[in-house]
């Protein structure tokens, strides 16, 4: 695939990459086609990259759906939970904007009002292979950062 | 040695007598909607359920309320990115029958073929994730592999693979061309031929069967008094379908029958292993009925009102109240809209997804069986998503231990190698 | 269906709780085309259990969804339920409406009559402020629990819109002004 190769999925980056996803009141949508770009005909698992129960163990945070009253609190935890070097990814248009949940007495607003952001997979919902592209995305940045030493 | 003396004086009894609470949720590391349990356990059986929802709650008939109806619609279709198209097309027939909008054949015939298309897709991703809680890792990748056929004949007819936005008040708003039907046909080759090894991976295997039969039971009457709606219902035997009862679109113009396990020949019980017959029947019926709409698709316009000003007026216009129903892959979706002349919005909206009334059901599914049964359970009644994850146990002595959501899956996983020696 | 019946059926079990009836017919169907009925039916809010009652007992009916309506002065609640399924062509859906005065906004449970009417009874609670008198949990079910607005009320605009400017101005916000 010329675009991998044009990320240069960075060989050095000693650790597979475990992702960890939440929900956070979306309508499902951009989670099953999270699902689905792990599932052979996308196959992000070729990569190194897994889904994986705890936050503790994530390297990247996965963050779908319009933050709602109840999963704010829990949103908080899970990126306090998350061990530095991290990278938030927010896949879908209600997690980047609030996308069409606008002015709701439950809705608090896109992610980036919650936690900082680092990569933005717009799209409603967003296609897997634009998902992976976030991903790989999340992997070079984080790249970086170890690279220039910045660890939590 | 160093042995506490208290810690072995425990009686039988006491032991016997401890019962747990265990909150599980909302937050779950696998693509599944947060919703919160909480099970009172009696060792290892379940004895007690309480279910807290609405954390995905956003307040869409609010919303909704406050926009004019187009909006709405596309607001509507993402109440549910798996059953994306059910919400539309019951809207729009609530809307279509509150101002007395006719829509033409054609029309009709497309809604149905891009309905049952989702169908087809919702219930394969069903049968995935239920593979996956029973710890069949392998049938997961080979049911979505297989569901990506009809996820790329959805992104070829309609444009995109989720949120289609075919339906629109009055019509549909893109057509099936004669040049795009044979891709239809193809899938309907490629599943049709596939069929048999659905089954028999699903229904002729002996440990699926070890754990999902008289595991999660809705009786009969049970599923009745609760209102239950869909496969939900119909794996217990209840012969309820909003196509067959009610029919509508271009259902109307075919023999539709509610499916229950009675059509696999075996007498309902209303367990899991049902909830899959169910399911997979329904795909073939699905297959049978767009095939049925590719050749009988009548000719004509895609909708009675074209000019989107002109239907906006025509709406604007309107008054009255109407009821559209459908039959999504979860069961039956119901609005209602009220419109007020001079009032571009609904001035009432109310909206029943499938679930909602399947919410209930679960609360007699889970008496009585195991924890390890739990997320297999969750996942049969098709919730939009299963939901467990991680488990705050608290024993007798008050000392808490968190297991994440791996450990249920883990301690489901072993139950099947367990039964399965 | 037949309608008539179910109208008379009603209306000699109720009797003067009967108000008024409506039916809505509607063809379906391109090749070969039939006929579906919605039928509503208005009755006195202090008959309505016996108007459920008497459903249960002479149709095996299916609650699809209690609707809620902010008439102003007055909050009309619609029981649609549907009857007859299970048979090509037999369901209809017969919605009980009743109207409360906002005044007295109390209404009796059908949870005895129909287990299943507790999540769209304990979603009348919550959404609009009705007291439903004598179901057996009462607890919000989708609005988080400290909550405390009605947000399908018209009158109560004002509490709402408060909650919504709470939500899209929170102090929290992180990277925004």
């Given at each position: 695939m010329g675009w991998v190769n044009d990320m240069a999925l960075p060989r050095s980056f000693k650790r597979a990459l475990w992702v960890f996803h939440i929900a956070t009141g979306s309508c499902n949508g951009c989670d099953i086609e999270i699902v689905a770009a792990l599932t052979p005909r996308y196959d992000v698992e070729r990569f190194g990259i897994m889904l994986t129960g705890t936050p503790r163990h994530a390297d990247v945070l996965l963050i779908t759906g319009p933050v709602t009253r109840p999963m704010l609190p829990r949103l908080k935890r899970i990126y306090e939970q998350t061990p530095d070097p991290k990278a938030v990814v927010v896949v879908g248009g209600c997690g980047s904007t609030s996308g069409v949940f606008y002015e709701s007495y439950n809705v608090v607003g896109p992610v980036d009002e919650v936690i900082p952001v680092d990569v933005y997979v717009p799209g409603c919902p967003a296609r897997p292979e634009a998902i992976i592209d976030g991903v790989v995305k999340a992997v070079a940045k984080l790249e970086t950062l170890e690279k220039s030493g910045v660890s939590g | 040695m160093g042995m506490n003396n208290q810690s072995i004086n425990l009686e039988i009894g006491q032991c016997a007598a401890t019962t747990y609470s265990v909150p599980v949720g909302p937050?779950?590391?696998?693509?599944k909607e947060p919703i919160r349990f909480s099970f009172n356990l009696d060792g290892e059986r379940i004895v007690g359920v309480d279910i807290k929802p609405g954390f995905a709650h956003r307040g869409i008939e609010y919303m909704g309320m406050k926009r004019n109806l187009i909006q709405a619609l596309y607001l509507s279709e993402r109440i549910c990115g798996i059953c994306s198209i059910s919400h539309p097309l019951a809207f729009t027939q609530a809307v279509e029958n509150a101002a007395g909008i006719e829509v033409p054949p054609r029309a009709q015939y497309i809604r149905t073929i891009i309905g049952e298309l989702e169908r087809i897709h919702s219930h394969l991703l069903w049968a995935g994730v239920g593979a996956h809680e029973l710890g069949f890792d392998t049938l997961l990748h080979l049911t979505w592999n297989v569901r990506e056929k009809t996820m790329d004949l959805l992104e070829q007819l309609t444009g995109n693979r989720v949120d289609y936005a075919i339906p629109i008040f009055s019509g549909v708003r893109r057509d099936i061309p004669e040049e795009k039907t044979h891709l239809a046909y193809e899938a309907i080759d490629y599943y049709r031929g596939l069929l048999q090894q659905m089954i028999d991976a699903y229904l002729h295997d002996k440990s699926v069967e070890l754990r999902t039969r008289n595991v999660g039971v809705l009786t009969y009457d049970q599923a009745v008094e609760l209102c239950a709606a869909g496969p939900t219902t119909r794996a217990s035997g209840v012969k309820k379908d909003v196509r067959q009862d009610m029919p509508y679109l271009a259902y109307a113009d075919m023999a539709i029958e509610a499916i229950t396990p009675e059509a696999f020949g075996t007498e309902p019980i209303g367990d899991v292993y049902d909830n899959i017959i169910v399911r997979l029947l329904e795909v073939a019926q699905a297959i049978d009925i767009i095939e049925y709409c590719l050749e009988n698709m009548p000719s004509g316009e895609l909708m009675s009102i074209p000019k989107v000003p002109a239907l906006l007026a025509a709406l604007k216009k309107a008054s009255g109240e109407g009821i559209g129903r459908h039959e999504a892959p979860r069961g039956e979706v119901f609005h209602y809209v009220r419109l007020e002349e001079g009032v571009e919005e609904a001035v009432a909206w109310k909206v029943k997804a499938p679930t909602y009334s399947n919410l209930m059901s679960w609360v007699p599914k889970f008496l009585g069986d195991e924890i390890a049964d739990v997320p297999i359970i969750a996942a049969s009644i098709d919730p939009c998503m299963c939901c467990m994850d991680r488990a705050h146990f608290a024993d007798a002595q008050g000392n808490t231990s968190v297991r994440m959501k791996q450990e249920l899956v883990r301690l489901s996983r072993e139950k099947t190698r367990r039964i399965c020696g | 269906m037949n309608v008539a019946n179910l109208f008379a059926s009603f209306r000699s079990a109720l009797g003067d709780g009967y108000l008024e009836d409506r039916t809505i017919e509607r063809t379906v169907g391109t090749v070969e085309t039939g006929t579906v009925y919605d039928l509503w039916i208005v009755v006195e809010r202090d008959r309505l259990h016996d108007a459920v009652a008497h459903l249960c007992e002479a149709y095996d009916p299916h609650l699809s969804v209690i609707s809620g309506d902010d008439l102003g002065e007055t909050l009309a609640l619609n029981y649609h339920f549907t009857v007859g399924w299970g048979a090509r062509y037999g369901e209809a859906t017969v919605t009980l409406r009743t109207v409360l005065p906002k005044s007295d906004l109390t209404v009796p449970t059908i949870t005895d009559l129909l287990p299943g009417a507790q999540t769209s009874e304990r979603e009348k609670i919550e959404f609009l402020g009705v007291d439903v008198v004598g179901i057996p949990d009462d607890r919000n079910i989708f609005l988080p629990e400290d909550m405390t607005i009605h947000p399908w009320r018209k009158d109560l605009e004002e509490e709402t819109a408060k909650e919504v400017k709470r939500m899209v101005k929170w102090e929290g916000r992180h990277g925004h002004e």
């Open positions: - | 937050v779950h590391p696998a693509l | -």
